[in-house]
């Protein structure tokens, strides 16, 4: 990083082909496997527009974790704004392996929700369920379904806001 | 923010050919514009506007030192939580959790030199009087505008930096402002009551701080 910042390219296109996977990792963790690719990206370029901000006199982990997690936080509000959106088509389809090892960081907070609105978050973000499908599948109403994703959603932001600085949690 | 439909590659190449050095971000210089900032204001509001008449007598009494050392220390207080608040890997909420130890302790000491000071005062005058209600409302107006040029500083030093907690910077910054401003203002200002300095200082750093808190984090988003 420090050499990126004098301006050398060689070693900031390994810095950032090494980041890549690690924020695939962070993110896949901790987000609806739809909206994982669409963070990397974003956290990648917050480190780019910000990278005079960091002190190579310091480590560098805790600098990306700060920035992983201040763009966790974006993720998780922006899915809020687009609650009751429906994944598209291509990502809808349950997939058994991934359903289970996915956002596992994301279903540990979700512990801390009312438990209908982590069954909606779960059935419609992370399962990629419909709306309506989820509605039958709870016994929720489809407005209710969807005020759960709100809510829940919401809280999980400012759960992890409020903890943002225990940078040193699991990974 | 879109969907971006960029392969990884893409933007790698991007921002690697987006690369140009970069002048680092200097906390310690970073201080220093700040402290020079407020040197400049504090000397042009002397300059323009002049020391309270009695301040020779002023310098005597608790109250006096009371006021200006709190606000003074709230604001290097302040200041410093939200300047360090400006890296990723730093945080604004241990310092304002302090803060938040450090105000009642300030108030909890006005209302001591308070209680001592009701004993010497001949007649007992209504809290309203004390309140003088006229004159809270112009400090209060002072206090705000004094508070804008350090509130701009911090805010553009928020910009350029990148707080992982907008919102808890973003008050620390206007908390730092307000009591530079209400500090500044203290040179000026006869009211000495620790009463009417709580509740005016007080309202006029209170609604700094929520102004900065809702405005701030809008400018610095990244």
Redesign the interface.
């Known amino acids: 990083m420090a050499a990126a910042q004098r301006g050398e390219a060689a070693a900031y296109r390994r810095l950032l082909a090494e980041l890549r996977p690690w924020l695939l990792r962070y993110f896949s963790r901790r987000l609806p496997p739809s909206c994982v690719e669409d963070a990397v990206q974003d956290t990648l370029f917050a480190i780019h527009a910000k990278r005079h901000t960091y002190d190579p006199a310091r480590p560098f982990e805790p600098w990306l974790a700060g920035v992983a997690r201040y763009k966790w936080i974006d993720r998780l509000r922006n899915l809020r704004r687009t609650a009751a959106d429906e994944l598209p088509e291509s990502l809808a389809t349950p997939d058994h392996e991934a359903a289970v090892t996915s956002a596992v960081a994301l279903q540990g907070l979700m512990l801390a929700l009312k438990p209908g609105q982590a069954e909606a978050i779960r059935l419609v973000k992370l399962d990629g369920l419909s709306i309506e499908e989820a509605a039958l599948r709870t016994g929720q109403s489809v407005s209710l379904v969807k005020v759960n994703i709100h809510r829940g959603l919401g809280k999980l932001a400012q759960i992890v806001a409020n903890s943002a600085e225990n940078h040193s949690d699991d990974d | 923010?879109t969907?971006?439909l960029?392969s990884?590659d893409a933007?790698?190449d991007a921002?690697?050919a987006?690369?140009?050095?970069?002048?680092?971000?200097r906390p310690g210089l970073e201080a220093l514009l700040l402290l020079v900032l407020a040197g400049v204001e504090l000397a042009l509001f002397i300059a323009l506007r002049g020391i309270r008449a009695d301040m020779p007598v002023a310098m005597q009494t608790p109250a006096f030192w009371w006021k200006s050392g709190s606000l003074l220390v709230i604001a290097a207080f302040a200041a410093t939580t939200a300047l360090a608040s400006?890296?990723?890997?730093?945080?604004a909420?241990?310092g304002l959790r302090r803060l938040w130890i450090l105000v009642p302790i300030a108030m909890a000491m006005g209302w001591l030199i308070d209680a001592g000071a009701i004993g010497s005062v001949a007649e007992r005058v209504t809290m309203v009087a004390r309140l003088d209600w006229h004159e809270g409302v112009i400090c209060l107006v002072n206090v705000a505008l004094l508070s804008l040029p350090p509130v701009l500083a911090l805010g553009l030093l928020m910009r350029?930096?990148?707080s992982?907690?907008p919102a808890a910077t973003a008050l620390a910054a206007g908390l730092a402002a307000a009591a530079w401003g209400a500090f500044v203002f203290a040179f000026r200002c006869d009211h000495e009551d620790p009463l009417y300095v709580v509740v005016w200082y007080g309202a006029a750093v209170t609604l700094v701080g929520i102004a900065a808190r809702l405005l701030l984090p809008r400018l610095a988003r990244?």
């Open positions: 923010m969907t971006r960029q990884p933007i790698i921002l690697v987006d690369l140009a050095p970069v002048q680092r971000r400006l890296d990723p890997a730093g945080s909420q241990r350029r930096g990148a992982v907690q990244w």
